[in-house]
């Protein structure tokens, strides 16, 4: 038998791993595939716990977290190619010109 | 150690490993690719879990939808140039002490988690007897009918985003 | 599970493989004399009996040709792509009941795992065409991964229909749903969208743009030769022979039939019909315009389908 503290933990590395990546990438586009990781991190704690509990809206949960990410990537890789046609960069130490 | 402990093993190592992988490649199409092989173990640990219909979800959605969707973007973007420079920010150590320190801070607390002694209705056997997919739909077209139809929304509310930002500019 | 069974299930697997890949190099050459006789030609004739022998010349001359890798292809992932494309064709074949009880995985959501695997597939054209480092294929690959998006969703939704109909997304019970009445009498709007689907799926005429042979130089396969290209070519038609027997499985009964006939030769009967539909679809349509082909999937068959969900919904209720 697994333990669910194993699964919490090895979704806590993950995470921090993505974070770490989303904090000092250059690339934009790498950038949210980090965002994407921490994301999965998440559910696969999600779904320990729906295991683990007996309880099935972890895994709701998940579905959930998965529309958003469907949607958030959708949105942000348009707000990349939009800006890319304006400013062809996509380092983020770069793109400071939305000074107010 | 058991069949389910030396699974498990593999699982976390293999999962860590590429997690690295893809926050260090260099190449954007190299991440997008271990992300891909991170995406079928994910699944993989989700069967193990009992939860067949969101492996498969975790395929066709993520896989075959999300991650084509950064190739593309990454193939229409021009970023030869960008592959041979320096790939972190500046600010690259204070990040990963903040990771590492968050880390530290996370497996310190939820480390000590036990399993509450009430459990749910959905055991095993249950899920079992009903399938996966038909226990999902019937929680999720009763007791989240709301939250179902807002993520429609949400999603219609994404494509239209995505069309605005994206089509070219009418003078 | 005991040891025994998995050594018997790793027989199954086998077994169905190599008679599956048997069935592959054959379908080549039925492909070249179908459209031969349609042509008024012949068909391959020298090697064999009416050059029966043919599929078997042709994997040896590509095991034995050169393998050539341009010096700019960016190499493990053009090493890889043609293997992701052959493992996502095989591994559909799992969960496809072949007769009465028979399917090496009977898997709850079959149709889900299908409709997973197809899309990984696609990784296999994007891939090989991003990583040669050539013109046409990269052009290929990215017409590939729009095309594949598109049309999937036209595919899963015309699904939906069929899910109606019999409640589950285990095939084998689909196929037991369809005793009485095919779902191609019930559901034949889902099954024109997914007739339709399936052929941008697998990249076949009318809707082959990844490969284009007069415009792309063949496309996503310009760079491979040798055992990889063979491996792509392999990929292609099993997935063509997968996406038949899918469609057979959802809207032909599956392996139901009169009795006078065993369950198993009725299916593969069945899936040979309609391969020879892919065939005489190919022999007789022209290649469609690319931009034509996105606005068809978007604007005609996501709405059609949509529409179809819409109608078996409220007379599922009423």
């Known amino acids: 038998m697994v333990p669910l503290n194993w699964y919490i933990i090895l979704s806590a590395v993950m995470f921090s791993i993505g974070m770490f990546g989303f904090l000092s990438r250059r690339n934009l586009v790498i950038m949210f595939i980090c965002l994407e990781l921490m994301l999965n991190a998440v559910n696969v704690s999600l779904v320990a716990f729906s295991h683990y509990l007996q309880s099935i809206n972890g895994q709701i949960l998940v579905f959930f977290v998965i529309t958003v990410a469907a949607a958030e990537a959708a949105i942000g890789l348009a707000i990349i190619i939009a800006y890319y046609k304006n400013n062809p960069t996509i380092k983020v130490d770069e793109i400071n010109i939305l000074k107010g | 150690m058991t069949l389910q402990q030396i699974y498990f093993g593999y699982f976390a190592t293999m999962m860590t490993i ?38 498969a979800v975790q395929i066709i959605v993520y896989a075959g939808a999300i991650m084509v969707l950064f190739l593309f973007v990454i193939m229409l973007l021009n970023l030869r140039k960008e592959e041979k420079e320096f790939r972190l920010q500046k600010q690259w150590p204070v990040s990963a002490v903040t990771a590492v320190l968050f880390l530290v801070v996370l497996v310190s607390i939820l480390g000590k988690i036990t399993v509450l002694p009430e459990l749910g209705e959905y055991s095993i056997d249950m899920i079992n ?43 | 599970m005991s040891a025994a069974e998995m050594i018997g299930i790793f027989i199954e697997t086998l077994i169905v493989v190599s008679i599956l890949m048997l069935h592959v190099s054959y379908v080549v050459y039925f492909e070249r004399k179908v459209i031969g006789h349609m042509q008024c030609r012949m068909g391959p004739m020298r090697v064999g009996w009416h050059g029966l022998l043919q599929p078997i010349a042709d994997a040896i001359k590509l095991f034995f040709k050169e393998d050539i890798i341009p010096s700019q292809a960016d190499k493990p992932i053009f ?182 006939l065993p369950g198993f030769v009725w299916f593969i009967l069945k899936v040979y019909a309609f391969i020879f539909l892919y065939f005489w679809i190919r022999a007789t349509l022209p290649r469609y315009r690319y931009d034509q082909l996105m606005g068809l999937g978007w604007k005609l068959f996501i709405p059609l389908a949509l529409a179809n969900v819409v109608f078996t919904a409220l007379m599922k209720i009423l």
């Open chain 2, 18 to 55: 590429i997690s690295l992988l893809v926050v260090s490649r260099k190449n954007p199409v190299h991440s997008v690719l271990w992300m891909l092989v991170l995406f079928v173990h994910m699944a993989g640990l989700y069967l193990f879990l009992n939860a067949e219909f969101l492996a």
């Open chain 3, 79 to 260: 090493y890889v792509a043609p293997l992701i494309g052959v493992l996502a064709a095989l591994g559909s074949v799992a969960v496809i009941p072949m007769w009465e009880g028979f399917s090496i995985a009977n898997l709850n959501i079959g149709i889900l795992y299908i409709l997973a695997l197809s899309s990984v597939g696609s990784y296999a054209v994007i891939l090989g065409g991003w990583a040669s480092n050539s013109k046409y294929s990269f052009l290929g690959g990215l017409r590939s991964a729009a095309q594949v998006i598109s049309y999937e969703i036209a595919m899963g939704l015309s699904l939906v229909g069929v899910m109606l109909m019999s409640g589950s997304a285990n095939l084998s019970d689909i196929v037991h749903a369809q005793a009485g009445h095919w779902f191609i009498f019930t559901q034949p709007v889902a099954f024109f969208v997914f007739v339709i689907a399936i052929f941008a799926e697998t990249n076949r005429v009318p809707f082959d743009m990844p490969e284009a042979e007069t415009e792309l130089v063949a496309g996503y396969a310009t760079e491979y030769s040798g055992i990889r290209f063979g491996l792509f070519f392999m990929a292609e038609y099993a997935g063509m022979f997968v996406m038949s027997a899918f469609a057979v499985t959802c809207f032909l009964g599956g392996w139901s039939g009169p009795a006078f």
């Open chain 2, 129 to 171: 007897a009903q399938g996966s997919l038909m226990t999902i739909g019937n929680v999720l077209y009763t007791k989240y009918l709301l939250p179902f139809e807002i993520a429609s929304v949400l999603l219609l509310v994404a494509i239209v985003g995505a069309v605005v930002l994206a089509k070219k500019r009418i003078e």
